[in-house]
Structure formats: C-alpha cells, structure tokens
C-alpha cells in the first residue's frame, strides 16, 4: 500500500514510496544514502507549492526537535530543524531569548520557515534566516557538514535559503534577543487612508501591517512596539468569527456588491479596538482554522501600494467569491542570495484563496500585477516562476546553483518540481 501526504490546505498531494521519521543525523544520513529518491523534507506542510511533493521518499524531522543549547551572553539558541514554532517560543522564553520577529502562524517547523524565507513584518526586521549563526546540514552524499557566518558567511548566505534542495537543514544557531514585551494596538481606517500614508505609517512603528477586508474600502491596522510596562490581558481572537461573517455575507450577496458592502461596514463597526500588553510569545501568533490557499509576491517596497490598488480592484471587479481579507507586510533587505529580500526593502503582499475552491484562476489574474512590480513570489506559496524567471530575478542564481550542486552533486534531494525551479535535467 502506497504512502499519501498532502500539505495543510489539501491542494498538494503525493504518493510516495516511503515517508521516513529518522530519530537522528545518523539514521537521516543512511536514508539520504539509501531511501527511494527524489528525497523531500517536510516541516508542518504550511507550503502551497509542491516543495514536499515526491514519489520517492518524504522526510520528517518531526523526531529531530528540540533545544541544543545556549549562549545566554549572546542570546543564541542552537535547535534542531524539526522544532515547531509554538514550542520553540516557549523553550527561548524559558532562557530569557525572544524571536526578534514572527509571522502569525507557529506551526511551522523552523527548518521550513528558513528553507521558504518565512517572515513576519517590520521596515527594520528581517525574515528568519537572517537570524542564522550556524548551519548544519546532512549533504546529497549522507555526509554531516557544518557552516558558522564566522568562517563561511557566503556559504551562509548561499544556503540560509534552500527549499529543502541544499542539504537537510539538521541543526541551526539563531541569534535571538533577549526576551521582550510588546505593545499591539489594532484599528480600522479607510483603504485609501492607509494606502496615502502607507511609508509613513509602516515605519512609524518596530512592526506594522494592515489586512485589506475586500469589497468593504477598509483595513485593519496592526502595530507593535516595544514596551516596559505590566501587560494586560490579550482580547479574545475573533478572526475566525470574522472570517465565517465574511464567507456569508459573500455567498447570499456576491452579485449585490453595494449590500454586501454596507453590511461588511455595519460588522466593521462593531470591532472593538484592541490594545494590550504581553510577551512576545503571546503576541505575534493567531490560531488559523479555515483552510485557504495562498499567493504572497514580495515587492520593492515604494511599490506596495500601487500593486495593492490594482489587486483590489482586479478582485472587486472580477472574483466575487473572495473574501479572505489581502495582508500587507513589510520586510528589511538582506544578503542572502536566495531571499526574496535580497538587497531591498520590501512591501509583501499576500491574497488567499478558500480551500474549499480552486484558487487558479484569482492567482493567475494576479500574479501578472505583481510582475509587473518588480515581484519576487513567496518560496512556499503559490505562483507559476520556473528557473529562467528566477534567474532574471536573483542577481547571484548562477552562484547558489553551483552551491547547491556541490552539497549534492547527485541530485538527490531535486524532484521534477524542484528541477524546474532550478533548471536542473534529471
């Protein structure tokens, strides 16, 4: 009998030969050696490209997790790549270390959230990989290799992100900060408000990031900043709520728009404002239960608000059915050769999809706009690039795929997916 796998949303599935859960590096490195190929590494299965896809072997690092240890001087934490975030939060706040950053999602493996370039949202925050200290990694050939930013920053920075195609990320340092509290503040004002101001208004805090509620002319704003004083309590989560009032008001409505507006503005009304204080482990993440799929092109940064305008009204004009609300981050340049950041402050912006509908054809309406900005797409969600795109769009492509063919000269970890992202014949 067949093995099957499918990723979070369901729209990824595979059947491989076999789906392995090694204990350690040592029985990882045999499979590597010896288990049916192409070899796929998945985290929590958060992606919505085919990155775990494979007929030959998937591999869980769900038994490779866990606290290594600390330098508490230096606030770095060395972990094992199968660590999910949920978890991983709590073992740094047990050591006095925080994330200096976070997505809204703590389900994901950390070894995933480097391999994607996972990020959370601030003009002066990277995404996680910038946190990377050392690497360790079990090649193509089964062999153990070590990387510190010390001696192998290129290296470094040619692997921080890999797709799960470098190697299987085994071990990492992450150079975190020391544990820390955080003020949320969260309001509702005019789209056109938000996108007048954007520059303005997404630097003026340590993070911020607004949630464009389609057919309605309004975002929800979201801050954090730093903060000293004793926190309070957290306001019970009510996206879910949300999201259910939305998906309703567009299946009784969706050829009323000018209803199915008004009623969207009567709910907004009714949100409470939110500000509160707490850890920063308490803060970032919220529990996501309705299942979409989901497309996040990362842009230069002054041109976020000129896609998001085209974005919503390409959606408000053509596709009725959306209602999942767009979300708009930002994220700080970094050195990393893979990374959608690489050398330039971004503006991400991300459209989801309900799982439940076939999401192509609002992801092939939009992804034009997005490259017509200058977009580099998201590693984990969905998009259409294969490797002559990316080598447009990477100025050191060609650098990182002799990297990657020397960590594994055999194309082990490189399944039909991953060969055309990389141009790779098999």
């Known amino acids: 009998m067949s093995n099957s796998w499918s990723n979070w949303s369901g729209f990824v599935r595979a059947d491989p030969k076999l789906i392995a859960t090694p204990s350690d590096t040592n029985e990882l490195a045999d ?4 288990a049916p190929g192409p070899l796929r590494v998945v985290g929590a299965g958060h992606s919505f490209t085919p990155l775990v896809k494979s007929e030959g072997t998937i591999v869980s690092l769900e038994k490779i997790e866990g606290l290594v240890s600390h330098d508490a001087a230096k606030h770095q934490a060395r972990v094992r790549t199968g660590t999910r975030l949920g978890p991983l939060m709590h073992l740094l706040q047990g050591i006095g270390q925080g994330l200096p950053n976070m997505g809204d999602i703590d389900r994901q493996a950390i070894g995933g959230a480097l391999g994607t370039a ?6 002066t925050l990277g995404a996680y990989h910038t946190q990377l200290e050392t690497v360790q990694i079990v090649d193509g050939l089964g062999k153990l290799r070590e990387y510190s930013r010390s001696g192998d920053q290129e290296t470094i920075q040619a692997i921080g992100v890999a797709l799960g195609a470098f190697g299987v990320l085994t071990e990492v340092t992450l150079n975190n900060i020391a544990s820390y509290r955080l003020r949320r503040r969260k309001s509702v004002l005019p789209i056109a408000d938000m996108l007048r101001d954007f520059e303005t208004m997404m630097r003026a805090h340590r993070s911020a990031e607004f949630y464009y509620i389609p057919f309605s002319g309004y975002a929800q704003f979201i801050a954090s900043d730093l903060s000293d004083t004793a926190t309070t309590p957290r306001p019970t989560e009510d996206d879910e709520a949300g999201l259910r009032t939305l998906r309703r008001l567009r299946t009784a409505l969706r050829w009323l728009p000018s209803m199915r507006r008004r009623l969207i503005l009567g709910a907004i009304a009714k949100l409470p404002a939110e500000d509160y204080v707490q850890d920063w482990l308490n803060v970032y993440a919220s529990d996501r239960q309705t299942r979409f799929n989901e497309m996040e092109y990362h842009l230069p940064f002054e041109e976020g608000p000129k896609a998001l305008a085209e974005i919503i009204e390409l959606t408000e004009k053509r596709f009725p059915e959306i209602y999942f609300p767009m979300e708009v981050r930002s994220v700080a340049a970094d050195e990393f050769w893979l990374s959608p950041f690489y050398k330039r402050p971004t503006c991400s912006i991300a459209i989801h999809h309900d799982a439940a509908n076939d999401p192509l054809p609002f992801m092939r309406a939009a992804e034009p706009i997005f490259l017509k900005y200058g977009g580099r797409p998201h590693w984990g969600k969905m998009h259409s690039l294969k490797a002559a795109d990316f080598k447009k769009l990477y100025p050191r ?14 194309n082990r970890f490189v399944s039909p997916y991953m060969a055309s992202v990389f141009g790779i014949e098999t």
């Open 397 to 410: 492509w060609d650098e990182a795929m002799a990297v990657r063919r020397d960590i594994d000269p055999q």
């Open 31 to 34: 499979l590597v050696r010896t």
């Open 118 to 123: 996972t990020h959370g949202s601030g003009p």
